[in-house]
């Protein structure tokens, strides 16, 4: 293999280009209210496929894998449990494909809806799931995990974990912070960037970030807390492309490619290493943001 390590790189100081969202993308494609967008890794191959490659042909180094949803616990509700390893490893290879020798797979594992706190789940459940995911990824080309959208510690550490005990994997883990009327920001579980950064780290992460929930405006400002909390840790930040405007009951989101690449120069300095797009953003938006990354 040609690639080097994600970290590898990054610590050279060069600036990295991730992928944007996919969950509209597949519903631009067809995807259903109430259909599991992970099953599309074996029934619709090609669709998926055609994503990742979107974003490798804007510029991206590297792409997720359609595989947000994809622990048993999430699987499970689509009657699904007993793929969990056939999908997860098909979404991994299908980024795999699209993403060539020179590009990387950060394969996504989101969040299983279980909240430890609540007794929904035991540890050694969340480890078991996390652990058959990661496993399976790995087994299907991935580079890294993008362990995204997290709110609580307990889950994303033990997530961390599995993946760090049972796979050669690099893993990234990023949580969503939304702002408080105290103006800080905080996870929908009251944990603050500064919390997540240190416990995320001890935990054994080698890229840490946020994802989701904001635009490039916030995601500055939570970028400059982490990179205080740890300032020796690569940051990846995927950005929504502004807050979502509902518009004749539809949710659009108001940031242009050429938004989003004006603020690239202050992201960078802000601390972010990897630099990317969440909901709303498109090939078009990458490629603005290549150009951004390209002209400083």
């Not at 800080?184 to 001890?202: F, I, L, N, W």
Request: proline share 4%.
């Amino acid at each position: 293999m040609s690639r080097k390590k994600i970290t590898e790189v990054v610590s050279s100081g060069k600036i990295l280009i991730s992928d944007g969202a996919w969950g509209t993308f597949l519903q631009k494609k067809g995807l259903q209210p109430g259909e599991c967008p992970e099953l599309w890794c074996i029934e619709r191959p090609d669709d998926v496929k055609s994503i990742a490659q979107s974003y490798i042909e804007a510029g991206s180094d590297m792409v997720e894998a359609n595989s947000f949803g994809g622990t048993c616990f999430k699987l499970e509700h689509y009657g699904l449990a007993d793929k969990t390893s056939e999908i997860n490893e098909a979404a991994a290879r299908i980024s795999r494909e699209a993403a060539g020798e020179n590009n990387w797979v950060i394969a996504s594992i989101g969040p299983t809806g279980k909240i430890l706190l609540m007794g929904d789940v035991t540890d050694e459940e969340l480890y078991n799931a996390f652990k058959e995911q990661a496993v399976a990824l790995e087994k299907g080309g991935a580079d890294a995990v993008c362990i995204e959208t997290m709110s609580a510690i307990d889950e994303a550490v033990i997530a961390i974990k599995a993946a760090k005990e049972n796979t050669n994997l690099e893993v990234i883990c990023t949580f969503t912070f939304e702002r408080t009327v105290n103006d800080d920001y905080r996870s929908m579980m009251g944990v603050s960037p500064t919390d997540m950064a240190k416990a995320v780290v001890e935990a054994g992460a080698d890229i840490i970030g946020t994802n989701c929930g904001n635009g490039f405006e916030r995601m500055i400002d939570i970028v400059k807390e982490i990179k205080a909390a740890v300032p020796e840790m690569p940051i990846l930040v995927h950005a929504n492309a502004g807050a979502p405007v509902n518009v004749n009951g539809v949710d659009t989101f108001p940031d242009t490619p050429e938004d989003m690449k004006s603020r690239i120069k202050d992201m960078v300095e802000a601390g972010a290493n990897i630099i990317g797009g969440c909901c709303g953003t498109t090939p078009a938006h990458i490629s603005a943001m290549k150009e951004g990354i390209n002209e400083l």
